[in-house]
């Protein structure tokens, strides 16, 4: 574990991670309490599973009754039994991006309710499960969490190809869950961070990755989920304070542990098509085995067969071609089907930390997530690595790694750790240059030349002009600029507007017009700017004299959000619009 400070602010506070997980979720916190140094809490004993002894996952499931009520979350929905209503599972999912195709089980819904209502009621759950746990297991806890819950900050973890999107989404869920309240103060208490960053701020928390924190040193770290996979890597430039260097761009792929499942079920459903087994409470009870046992234990060097139990322990069954055979209960099932129920996510991992290893010499990489406890997953990554040449070792952490997200959450609210990111993609500003005559871009967009018809100045409609590039390497809470002129008018007067950030998703260098790639532009978001008549100053052009002001447009790179604001200056004096998030995911 790393040496922390005291923590320095002069209020107590509470900051929670929660890891909504495909499959299972956690959540941890940890108490800021001034001069102490913080110490980070797993939420444990979750209602329907006390039994399980330091579990620190929930199943991310939901009911609810044919009418949309909610009636149970987590292990608690067992206890319904086959009561009729709507079981939602798998909802995390439907707010991936259209790029992160997969084709997985339908996500049922409960009737009036959007997957953003689910997500809310989940993460209304995980909170007052944080609650319990803090009332339950510390001394005073009852008073802190009266006192410290109306103002608690939370970091909430998604997959690494999310964006600002989906961020947005969980965001409108965290307050529909009410976690925060729907004001711009309660915004700003919600924040994210990756899964992968999270898991390797976890790596370093459980000093699991101690020994490899030293200068220059590559790590590559690979989350393992129920949905996704995610994979990062960081260069360690100095190991105290230990101070991380982002390698590239992380990964994601859905294919996590639930393809895994799907594959295979679907894959011997075909198989059982004609025969008794094809029911769907038959696929429903190999699905639950498969996920459960045959899926978890399947390692290197098994038997040619596995057998999974489908029906009860009196059932046999065999077709005349042999191709489905069921004795006392249990199918067997040739190896090969299972092996290539794993194949494309055994790919997508070796594929993805094989970019990440490219050119990098002492590297070291760490498999972590609920998946990664699988020994085939483990056993197949380390034998294509190996054939493929590349001489690292993979080593899976042998604590519980199944909710490694929510506690990394906490651990990197604590220490941010990486200094310095890659820039996913390009972030400016549209805006009218002046006319230049020398330069090309310009003359040959001369026809569409506009003149301002106070102050005389000729102008390019359509101009982009570059904040910060794709693939730069940025310091967390850099900042960066844009000198822009006012439009000219006769005489002062106050000016607003709505300011909007642009990125470009396109793959051009030094694009300066959005006609060069139009179809590549996106608004990540506008904020409101307001500068007094006062901030305007007398000028003189073609036309006589005029008034206008100079500002810059500004954007912060914070942890995770972009953070924007405009500046100008009057009477000798620095002023500025408040500070605004894009909740853009840039790195």
């Not at 803090?134 to 005073?140: A, E, L, Q, R």
């Not at 924040?191 to 101690?210: L, R």
């Not at 596995?306 to 042999?322: K, L, M, S």
């Not at 007094?532 to 004299?545: D, E, F, I, W």
Request: with cysteine; net charge neutral.
């Amino acid at each position: 574990m790393p040496l922390r400070s005291p923590y320095s602010g002069s209020q107590p506070g509470l900051a929670i991670a929660i890891d909504i997980g495909t499959t299972y979720s956690g959540a941890s916190y940890t108490f800021l309490t001034p001069g102490e140094v913080p110490r980070i809490y797993d939420v444990t004993g979750f209602k329907g599973q006390e039994n399980r002894e330091s579990n620190t996952k929930v199943p991310s499931v939901l009911f609810y009754a044919l009418t949309g009520e909610l009636l149970a979350c987590g292990a608690e929905v067992k206890r319904l039994g086959h009561r009729k209503g709507v079981r939602t599972e798998w909802f995390k999912l439907e707010l991936r991006p259209p790029s992160l195709r997969i084709d997985t089980p339908k996500v049922d819904l409960p009737p009036g309710r959007t997957v953003i209502d689910v997500f809310g009621d989940f993460l209304k759950y995980m909170f007052a499960c944080v609650g319990e746990h803090i009332i339950n297991t510390h001394v005073d806890g009852n008073r802190q969490w009266l006192s410290l819950k109306e103002k608690a900050h939370f970091v909430l973890s998604h997959p690494n190809g999310w964006g600002s999107y989906q961020q947005g989404e969980m965001r409108e869920a965290a307050i529909k869950g009410g976690l925060v309240p729907n004001t711009s103060a309660g915004r700003e208490r919600i924040e994210f961070v990756t899964e992968g960053e999270a898991s390797f701020h976890w790596c370093i928390d459980q000093a699991i990755a101690g020994a490899a924190l030293k200068e220059g040193t590559n790590i590559v770290v690979a989350d393992l989920g129920g949905g996704t996979i995610d994979v990062s890597s960081f260069l360690v430039k100095t190991p105290s304070p230990l101070r991380l260097e982002e390698h590239m761009a992380a990964e994601c792929s859905l294919a996590g542990s639930i393809t895994v499942t799907d594959r295979f079920v679907k894959a011997t459903r075909a198989k059982l098509l004609g025969t008794p087994y094809h029911d769907k409470d038959y696929m429903d009870a190999l699905r639950e085995e498969f996920d459960e046992e045959a899926k978890c234990l399947f390692r290197e060097n098994g038997e040619s067969e596995v057998y999974i139990r489908i029906g009860g322990r009196r059932e046999n069954f065999e077709t005349e071609n042999g191709s489905c055979k069921i004795e006392f209960g249990l199918l067997e099932v040739p190896r090969q089907d299972i092996v290539d129920a794993f194949e494309p996510s055994v790919k997508a991992t070796v594929k993805a930390i094989q970019k990440h290893l490219l050119h990098r010499r002492n590297a070291h990489v760490f498999l972590v997530g609920g998946f990664a406890a699988s020994p085939w997953m483990l056993s197949e990554t380390r034998r294509r690595l190996k054939a493929a040449g590349i001489k690292v070792e993979v080593k899976r952490a042998d604590s519980n790694t199944a909710k490694a997200v929510a506690h990394g959450g906490a651990a990197f609210y604590l220490d941010r750790n990486v200094t310095e990111r890659k820039m996913r993609f390009t972030y400016g500003v549209s805006l009218r240059p002046s006319y230049d005559s020398s330069n090309v871009e310009h003359e040959t967009r001369k026809k569409s030349m506009q003149t301002d018809p106070v102050s005389g100045i000729q102008y390019i409609p359509g101009g982009f002009f570059t904040l910060v590039k794709k693939g730069q390497l940025v310091k967390v809470d850099s900042v960066y600029r844009e000198h822009v002129h006012s439009e000219a008018v006769r005489r002062p007067e106050a000016t607003s507007w709505n300011q909007s950030i642009e990125r470009y998703n396109g793959t051009r260098d030094n694009i300066t017009f959005s006609d060069m790639d139009p179809l590549a532009f996106e608004d990540i978001g506008w904020f409101r700017c307001e500068i007094p008549a006062s901030a305007m100053t007398r000028r003189v052009g073609k036309h006589g004299a005029y008034y206008a002001v100079d500002y810059d447009v500004v954007i912060t790179l914070g942890t995770v959000e972009i953070k924007a604001h405009v500046e100008w200056e009057e009477n000798g004096v620095k002023k500025k619009t408040p500070a605004n998030s894009m909740w853009e995911d840039y790195y």
